[in-house]
């Protein structure tokens, strides 16, 4: 029994000797994937349209070759059986013929009826060869030494003399004698058939293979036509133009559903980014309105208390000299005060407007308080004809005090921002068959849209200089704004240029309000000269900034 050490230096030995073939294997796997990897990326460099036509031809050109070698093989078989049928049958019938000997000179051995050159040999039982036929050509078969060796009737290929090409050969005995029969047959019409097949085949499928190469990368490439789009259309999104869509396919294709999920994708990203555009310009909208409204409340504010700080300063000082001076600055100090609270009640009211806090609602007619705001305006400005016009009683649910404040500060504005003698105009109608409509119209000299289009922005005013005998504090639309807003109503301002301004308010009706009579009742109030006129229609204008 072997020793323990033998053992092992007999496995360290093994060992040893694996080694080699194993690191051997590793490097020819490590390098055939090395050349799998090398293979695929340049597969993945060439285009989709020239993979799908090169691997289309491959395929073709397989099942040609395929289908080639099949029919060749097919028909090489056919002819050699049907020769084979042949050569058997004039074996048979010379082998006959020869039952009486060898005629003279071969007799009518030669006239057979097989294809292509023929070789007759006729050998006696002793294997010698007492006839010899050769064809033309001097090209004969390799006839076996012992020709008896061959089966009877078993044709069977054998190759030429000299290159002469192959031989179908049978051996055939001579009835009533020992003498053999070898005949053969060149197979060189055949093969020049089939090599003439083969070679009509291989012209056919080139040129099949070039028109089908032409013909598959036209459809490849309208197929893929779809592809490019969605390519281009990427692209143009890439760049910014995201209303970009493809353009719709039969949905019964696959390209139609692809085409119908892409857009209906690339809408959604359109409208995240048109969402996303919104909200980010409407929040720059937000800080840059924040920001005016603390540099025109900053102002507004700045303007009283630099007035109440300079009298205080000044009666400090001692300019005071009598008791006159002392009630003047006084006076000052107190209107500065007044007006310094009326702005910070403005802001308070509308703090709570946002807040939305619950009005004190109930049946208000609105009628009634245009006639109190007309008075009252009349009184103000009595060089001014204002026309109040109404259908009768138009009541709403809402705060009267609130009211008030929208009807008076929309004449006030028209007041305010018109010359002495331009005509004021404030109408109450019925609103359809819900709705109320409050009308202020003035025929002062209008604003331009880029004035119109912020006319109920806080602190908003036309004249930059924010000068006081040229408006307020401009909170005065604003309120009017939040006010309606409050009432679920909506204003309006229809202006333009030189054509005046006129203010629209809508409400709701109160659900009991008293039924339209059909009849026209015209206030007036004040100087009996200014007549009542029948309502007009305002002009669609463009939005009045507040005053």
Not at 204 to 228: E, H, I, K
Request: charge should be positive.
């Amino acid at each position: 029994m072997p020793s323990r050490d033998t053992l092992d230096r007999t496995a360290r030995s093994l060992a040893a000797a694996r080694r080699p073939a194993v690191a051997g294997w590793h490097a020819v796997r490590g390098r055939a994937r090395g050349s799998a990897r090398r293979v695929g990326a340049f597969v993945d460099r060439v285009p989709l349209r020239v993979r799908l036509v090169v691997a289309m031809l491959v395929t073709v050109a397989v099942a040609q070759v395929v289908t080639g070698a099949v029919a060749l093989e097919a028909l090489d078989r056919y002819l050699t059986a049907r020769l084979d049928g042949q050569l058997t049958s004039s074996a048979r019938t010379t082998a006959a013929q020869l039952r009486h000997g060898v005629p003279p000179g071969g007799g009518d051995l030669a006239r057979f009826n097989l294809p292509g050159a023929v070789y007759l040999r006729v050998d006696d039982g002793n294997g010698d060869s007492v006839f010899d036929l050769p064809p033309p050509g001097g090209q004969v078969p390799a006839v076996p030494a012992d020709p008896t060796t061959v089966a009877f009737d078993a044709p069977r290929t054998v190759p030429g003399t000299g290159g002469g090409g192959s031989w179908r050969l049978v051996v055939e005995p001579v009835p009533a004698s020992n003498a053999t029969l070898v005949m053969a047959v060149s197979l060189s019409e055949q093969s020049a058939i089939v090599t003439g097949l083969a070679l009509i085949d291989f012209v056919v499928g080139a040129v099949v293979l070039v028109l089908l190469g032409g013909v598959g990368f036209l459809l490849v490439r309208a197929s893929l036509r779809p592809l490019r789009q969605v390519e281009t259309v990427a692209a143009a999104i890439a760049d910014g133009q995201l209303d970009q869509r493809v353009p719709q396919r039969d949905p019964r294709t696959e390209v139609g559903r692809l085409t119908e999920a892409l857009n209906a994708m690339l809408a959604r990203i359109e409208g995240a980014f048109r969402d996303r555009e919104a909200s980010e310009a409407q929040a720059r909208a937000s800080e840059a309105r924040m920001r005016r409204f603390v540099a025109d409340a900053s102002h507004e504010l700045r303007t009283p208390l630099t007035s109440i700080r300079g009298f205080a300063e000044l009666y400090r000082q001692g300019a005071a000299a009598d008791t006159a001076d002392v009630s003047r600055y006084m006076r000052r100090i107190e209107a500065e005060s007044s007006r310094m609270g009326l702005l910070v009640e403005d802001l308070l009211l509308l703090a709570r407007l946002d807040q939305q806090r619950p009005l004190q609602r109930r049946p208000v007619d609105l009628a009634v308080l245009a006639a109190d705001a007309v008075h009252d305006a009349r009184v103000i400005a009595t060089d001014r004809r204002i026309e109040l016009r109404t259908s009768g009683a138009c009541v709403v649910n809402g705060d009267e005090p609130r009211l008030r404040q929208v009807l008076g500060n929309l004449v006030t504005n028209a007041l305010t921002h018109t010359a002495p003698g331009v005509p004021v105009a404030v109408t109450v109608a019925r609103d359809g068959e819900t709705g109320v409509l409050l009308e202020v119209a003035d025929r002062g000299p209008g604003l331009a849209p880029e004035h119109a289009a912020r006319v109920f922005e806080r602190f908003y005013r036309a004249d930059p200089s924010r000068a006081r005998h040229t408006g307020g504090s401009g909170l005065g639309l604003a309120i009017v704004a939040a006010i309606v807003a409050a009432h679920d109503g909506t204003v309006e301002v229809r202006t333009a240029p030189g054509s005046g301004a006129t203010f629209r308010v809508h409400l709701r009706a109160a659900s009991a309000a008293i039924p339209k009579t059909g009849a026209t009742h015209q206030c007036r109030v004040g100087h009996p000269a200014h007549e009542a006129q029948p309502a007009r229609a305002s002009e669609p204008t463009a939005v009045r900034p507040p005053r």
